[in-house]
């Protein structure tokens, strides 16, 4: 059956002479839902055209693009200077091009249980970084119902992870690391199940994968007791008035051309500035 199945698909394009043309792309886990959405529709729209899309994380997306090994690399964080460094040896010729393809809020969620209001960037380095003792829930001025000791339990993405490297720069000097005792997970998803089930837990992942089983959190940027607390709106995302906003890009070896640039700008289309919001996330201003 399955030999037959496949026949008939390859008769069918032997048929009509339909040249199929196949666009990779590798990367960013957060942007993984949107472009699941995005190809779905586009193929139906496009049937000449087949898109492949894998997550794997960021720095992986991107090592494959420099490799030659895709044709659009998804990531949630921008390029490293030794990233660009390596492109420019690899591809000298070649521009390396960046399209904003959404706005995200990275929030920062704990268990519904959890009394807490918000949380200054300090307060999150305080919990993060291995440099420093890590804080109690009680020492921040909560009791948490189901934290027997009341010991912070920090979750984070893995290292591959552009997640990770945004959430690690904007609370950690550039040469720390976090905490041994924080546990990483593959996923975003993951990690907001985690602390939806785990009430000393704290966690952060991008706004779209953020369920009503976790509590979000206010962030301020400066540690004092009338500093602002801002939370990870649609409107707070896009003025960047939430410390912890970011844009997510898609990147590309040179201009596109062909059937690159019509998907490219297809995502920035009003379809596709709708099939965005639809997952979760916040199209570009």
């Not at 043309?21 to 779905?40: P, Q, V």
């Not at 999150?124 to 420093?132: H, M, V």
């Not at 920090?154 to 041994?180: C, M, V, W």
Request: glycine share 8%; charged share 20%; with cysteine.
């Amino acid at each position: 059956m399955l030999l037959l199945g496949t026949f008939l698909i390859s008769g069918w394009a032997w048929a009509t002479d339909t040249p199929t043309k196949t666009i990779h792309i590798k990367g960013s886990d957060t942007l993984f839902k949107a472009l699941k959405e995005w190809t779905k529709v586009y193929q139906e729209r496009e049937p000449g055209v087949r898109i492949e899309v894998t997550g794997g994380g960021s720095g992986n997306g991107i090592a494959a693009l420099l490799n030659g090994h895709i044709e659009i690399a998804s990531s949630s964080r921008p390029l490293r200077k030794r990233e660009m460094q390596i492109f420019a040896k690899k591809h000298g010729g070649n521009e390396l091009v960046t399209h904003v393809v959404a706005r995200d809020a990275v929030s920062v969620v704990v268990h519904p249980s959890n009394p807490i209001h918000g949380l200054s960037l300090q307060q999150l380095t305080e919990i993060y970084s291995k440099q420093n003792h890590a804080p109690t829930w009680e020492e921040l001025g909560v009791t948490v119902p189901g934290c027997p000791d009341q010991k912070i339990l920090p979750i984070s993405r893995k290292n591959n992870s552009g997640t990770y490297l945004f959430f690690r720069q904007a609370i950690l000097d550039q040469n720390e690391h976090f905490d041994a005792n924080t546990i990483s997970m593959d996923a975003s998803d993951a990690i907001v199940t985690m602390v939806a089930q785990m009430p000393c837990a704290i966690g952060y992942s991008g706004m779209a994968f953020v369920t009503n089983a976790v509590k979000t959190l206010c962030i301020s940027k400066i540690h004092q007791s009338n500093a602002p607390c801002v939370p990870p709106t649609t409107a707070s995302t896009v003025d960047q008035a939430y410390p912890l906003a970011r844009s997510l890009y898609l990147y590309t070896l040179g201009e596109p051309g062909g059937e690159i640039k019509k998907f490219l700008d297809w995502i920035l289309s009003p379809e596709g500035r709708e099939i965005l919001t639809r997952t979760g996330y916040i199209p570009p201003p």
